[in-house]
């Protein structure tokens, strides 16, 4: 089934004490059949909100939701057939697991009402995809979280819904279990290939298991891709800033007489008219090379074993300190002053106002 | 003396406990088996249960088990169902729900004697008026009724009500606490799996306050088994007369009423009751606990 925003927009009203807020401010686009998508951004950005909206949780003020070709914008949440995994689980903590995956089908009434027989059999169906058809009559307190949070997935799954939403479902687990249940649920999702809509604000988390990203800014839509195709090609400084560990590298830079110049260092010839830009470098998009054009002073050197880290700075700076990834091969001299030439696909440039300047290098 | 230190601090307040808690458990066990006490010599004829047999013959006791026992039956569901009617719709409402509240909680922090002259006020007859209540039967062409020194129904009927208004406070406060503390995303989780607000009820949000209703309904029963200060708001001092009384009232009577001077009996009637209110305890601790196994 696939989901499409239109115009969408939601605005909390003012409050005794608080203005009003505009969480997402018309968002369009169009979730394909079948794919797991993240909704990324830091907190606050109005993914949440987003996502209570596709589930019927919140009514949008503007705009439409549509599930395949139906408007469900003003479908009560019962309706639309959406499963949904909350980020604290919601798990009823009276009930068993099987009790708790068995919920969502008991409710079921008239012409729909299901047997008892039918309903153990797709409780017992929904446990096994998850692995935990033998915790079955415990009670979710004696569940450790990463059980818990199959058991949420086992119950929106069960009723078969046209698509299943996750609200941040990894932050509650640590770091271990967050790896193996991120495989988890898109092995999840493959298997029953509905359409999968998941919150975060981690973009390792996002980048590793989705097909498509859509990055939130204060609830504006920043940029709608592949992971891969935003992380290569960010449309602006904040995209390019939120996604990758360790971060990018973000220096003040002007075009001078067509050529890119950062602090005292000349980098390369750009076909731009004179301005001042922010200059964002991605730590793996430098390499030491002794003739290279962009001298840095080194502060320390960490070696993580794969590859090693460069701490050094540089006057164009706009954080505290630089960071550049090398192979762990790479010979560094033990000098006050280190040289790098560029990747110039792994380099951006952002005008004033943020947005990603399109750059023909002839390097 | 490692031993001995802790017992030490402990001391201030056991020599507390003792003088004034278990002293005198102990003292109304045994005046309750002194037969023949006389309190102004000081002295008794034999030991026995004598005393207790006497209680148990005494049709003003008996008329008190008798009052007392309606009360619980009938106040301790009806005020503890209210509550959780009166709970439920304060959650449901967002506008002006602290003035609602706080209406609710007034009876709590009312003196019990001046919330007994309201009632008055509403159910007394008078020689010049036969009270608010009886004004709205008549208006709807009924006869007056005297609540207060009429038939037995009639008083029950006013004690009940008046018992229920004054715990039922204490119950929705409890009771709104308890509805809000319950996770609001389980809510949320039925409402996306389609579950009927009845179902949600009876699977989500009884269950999850089940605990609280379970304390306000032993600790009614106790409260209600111990009733003696609002009968005597309704009904004065002379609550033998009134046929109102209740067990402690009773004790209340035997010790210093009219037919005062009786410690013996007293303490045979305190005894009595603190064994029916540890049986009904003990009944309701198991019934609740068996009800958790079944969950």
Known sequence: MKIVLENLTKVFPQGKHTPAVTAVDHFNFEIPDGKLVALLGPSGCGKSTTLNMICGLETPTEGKIFFGDEDITNVPVENRDVGMVFQSYALYPHLTVKQNIMFPLENKKGKEKLGKQVIEEKAMKAAKLVQIDSLMDRKPSALSGGQQQRVAIARALVKQPKVLLLDEPLSNL?????????????????????????????????????????????????????????????????????????????????????????????????????????????????????????????????????????????????????????????????????????????????????????????? | MKKVRPWLYLLPSLILLGIFMIYPLFDVLVYSLQEGYNSASQTYSGIGFYNFSYVLRDPYFLQAVKNTFLLVIITVPLSTGLALLLSLALSSIKKVKELYQTIYFLPYVTNTLAVGLVFMILFKKTPYSDGFINMIIQFFGGNSVDFIEGPYWAKMLTMCIYTIWIVLPFKVLILTSALASVDQNLYKAAKVDGTSSFRTFTKITLPMIMPMISYLVITGFIGAFKAYSDEVAIFGTNLNAAGMNTIVGYVYDMLYGNSGGYPSYASAAALILFAIVLTITVINLLLSTKGDEAE
């Open chain 1, 174 to 363: 640590d770091a271990r279990l967050r790896l193996s249940t991120r495989e988890e649920i898109r092995r999840i999702q493959q298997e029953t290939g509905v359409t999968t809509v998941f919150v975060t604000h981690d973009q390792e988390e996002a980048m590793s298991i989705s097909d498509l990203m859509v990055v939130m800014k204060d609830g504006v839509l920043q940029q709608m891709d592949k992971p891969q195709e935003i992380y290569d090609n960010p449309v602006n400084l904040f995209v390019a800033k939120f996604l990758g560990t360790p971060a990018i590298n973000v220096l003040h830079g002007k075009i001078e007489n067509g050529k890119l110049v950062i602090g005292k260092n000349v980098i390369f010839n750009v076909d731009l008219p004179d301005q001042n830009v922010s200059v964002g470098i991605r730590p793996e998009g430098l390499l030491v090379d002794e003739n290279g054009p962009f001298v840095c002073s080194l502060q320390k050197i960490e070696k993580l074993g794969r590859d090693t880290s460069v701490i050094c700075t540089h006057e164009g700076m706009q954080m505290d300190h630089m960071r550049i990834v090398v192979p762990s091969e790479t010979k560094i001299e033990n000098s006050d002053t280190i040289r790098f030439s560029l990747k110039p696909h792994k380099l951006y440039l952002f005008d004033e106002s943020e947005n990603r300047i399109a750059l023909e290098e002839d390097a």
